[in-house]
């Protein structure tokens, strides 16, 4: 088992945890214009799985999924818009975006092999990383989110909801 596997599960796991009970109100609640929501941040994620794991495995996404993928740059690193809406990021939403991701990322990052670790991909932003590296940001990334979503909902401001 690899060890981006290991820390990407810890982290994602953290992440997915926080998420947990939030309604459409407190997803897109937005801190300020130019941050991103909570469910924004939570497809954004699942879109880099997905981007990453497509472009490692030479697979053609299409429909929704292309769509998803979109989400690893499209207003995040790019001045594009986000490719969802808030009226569509409801909880479901939301939750089937990251079990998308997750299909698409656990089974390369728990036993990748040899030429995948090799294949050169596009980072999300921008540069040409090797698989190995690819896995190393996958595993990382969700923490980098985590940490941001918890920002905001400790925000002023944020609707608390039933959340304590």
């Known amino acids: 088992m690899a060890r981006s596997f290991l820390t990407w599960e810890l982290v994602r796991g953290r992440f997915l945890q926080s998420l947990e009970g939030l309604n459409c109100e407190q997803l ?5 214009p130019r ?13 880099v799985e ?14 929704e999924l292309a769509r998803l993928a979109m989400a690893a740059t499209d207003g995040v690193v790019n001045d594009k818009p986000f490719p969802f809406v808030a009226d569509e990021l409801t909880p479901e939403k939301v939750s089937w975006c990251l079990a998308e991701g997750d299909r698409f990322a656990r089974p390369l990052l728990e036993n990748p092999t040899a030429d995948l670790l ?3 991909i596009v980072s999300a932003l921008g540069p040409v990383i090797d698989g190995e590296g690819a896995l190393a ?5 969700p923490g980098y ?11 002023p401001g944020f609707p608390a909801g039933d959340r304590p």
């Open 28 to 32: 897109n609640w937005r801190l300020h």
């Open 50 to 63: 997905v981007s990453f794991a497509a472009q490692l495995t030479d697979v053609r996404l299409e429909g």
């Open 137 to 141: 940001r996958l595993a990382y990334h």
């Open 145 to 155: 989110h985590h940490g941001q979503a918890y920002l905001v909902m400790t925000a």
């Open 35 to 47: 941050a991103l929501t909570i469910a924004e941040m939570a497809v954004h994620v699942a879109g």
């Open 118 to 120: 090799a294949k050169k």
